[in-house]
């Protein structure tokens, strides 16, 4: 069974609160960095996986993406997109990430926002990707970092004032489930380490072309609070890669 959390209510309406959510991708403090990773869409074919409120697929069409396909697991997460959506060159289809089975160089461009760590096989996905990606086509997404995901309790650790001490990692090696908190209890993700994501990229067949463990911009930085203190771990890593 494939962990569909975003359409229970509790952990939706808690989800529904978060500036990215409210504010698009102008309110993810990593956007600045997926954005300049993503290449020329004008005329493009696009794939998005996991689309959540489809800020991405719209961004492609406002680049001029010939077509773009949205997928996401969750109702909840595509009946917003699709209210949010005005533009029949956009598709919203409801599947796992894990099923995709599109035809043999169909997209030119597949993007994918902080999905790939609720899902167990990444080496699964990379080849997918790989095949249904055109000669010389292009695959940028983001994860949650390992150095966070390493624990079950992805959090900081706290002195007795309520002061962020320091991040601990620990049974980094050991990839696979953590049971943790992310806006409810008893979220399932999977933790891979850093060359995990690395090897199973170039095994698909890909070649990397970037990588980033992006910071916020300085006006979020100096704007929102306590988010000075993503400087002092990373939270994210950005992958690029070329078919």
């Not at 390493?150 to 980094?172: C, F, M, P, T, V």
Request: proline residues 4%; negative net charge.
């Amino acid at each position: 069974m494939k962990q569909n959390k975003y359409d229970d209510l509790n952990f939706f309406s808690e989800y529904e609160k978060m500036p990215r959510s409210v504010n698009g991708l102008e309110g993810a403090g990593e956007w600045h960095i997926l954005k300049a990773l993503i290449p020329e869409l004008r005329n493009k074919s696009v794939l998005d996986l996991g689309c959540g409120f489809g800020w991405h697929c719209r961004y492609a069409r406002e680049q001029h993406a010939r077509s773009v396909i949205g997928i996401d697991i969750s109702e909840k997460m595509l009946q917003k997109a699709r209210e949010k959506t005005d533009d029949p060159l956009i598709s919203y289809i409801k599947m796992p990430i894990e099923d995709i089975n599109f035809s043999d160089s169909q997209f030119d461009v597949v993007i994918s926002s902080l999905a790939f760590h609720y899902i167990k096989s990444f080496k699964t996905i990379s080849q997918k990707v790989y095949d249904c990606l055109m000669p010389g086509g292009s695959f940028i997404f983001s994860v949650e970092h390992p150095i966070f995901t390493s624990r079950n309790e992805q959090d900081w650790y706290y002195d007795n004032k309520g002061n962020r001490l320091h991040w601990a990692i620990d049974n980094y090696q050991s990839e696979g489930i953590r049971e943790t908190t992310f806006l409810t209890e008893n979220v399932i993700k999977y933790h891979r380490t850093f060359s995990t994501y690395i090897n199973d990229l170039i095994e698909a067949g890909f070649s990397i072309s970037a990588v980033k463990e992006p910071i916020p911009s300085e006006e979020m930085v100096n704007s929102v609070p306590g988010m000075k203190d993503e400087l002092r771990r990373p939270m994210f890593l950005i992958i690029s890669a070329v078919k």
